[in-house]
Nanobody
Framework: QVQLVESGGGLVQAGESLSLSCAASGRTWSTSYSMAWFRQVPGKERELVAGIRWTDDRTYYGDSVKGRFTISRDKAKNMVYLQMNSLKPEDTAVYSC?????????????????WGQGTQVTVSS
């Protein structure tokens, strides 16, 4: 099993920045996972925000966040981060960390094996 715990959500104003963290742990955790951040608003499907391949830092970003968000990871600490800059009201959502076995970051939430509990990000205009 793998456990993912997010932290760092909150309320900010448009244009401000926020950083999210995800701590991964568990006896089956290994370097063969890909990690991602998804977000979801009520009534909509989960949207892939950013992903990173654990082995070589290859990253993927959703079109709506390119140039504003940065995903990174700390191998030694088993942590994944999401730095969100120039936040917009439309970024408001519950953000969740996810992990999948394999070296490919995929956009479909059903491809991911483990999920964190989610953290709320609210951007006011």
């Amino acid at each position: 099993q793998v456990q993912l715990v997010e932290s760092g959500g909150g309320l900010v104003q448009a244009g401000e920045s926020l950083s999210l963290s995800c701590a991964a742990s568990g006896r089956t955790w290994s370097t063969s996972y890909s990690m991602a951040w998804f977000r979801q608003v009520p009534g909509k499907e989960r949207e892939l925000v950013a992903g990173i391949r654990w082995t070589d830092d290859r990253t993927y970003y959703g079109d709506s966040v390119k140039g504003r968000f940065t995903i990174s990871r700390d191998k030694a600490k088993n942590m994944v981060y999401l730095q969100m800059n120039s936040l917009k009201p439309e970024d408001t959502a519950v953000y969740s960390c996810a992990a999948r076995r394999g070296l490919v970051v995929t956009v479909g939430p059903r491809d991911y094996d483990y999920w964190g509990q989610g953290t709320q990000v609210t951007v006011s205009s």
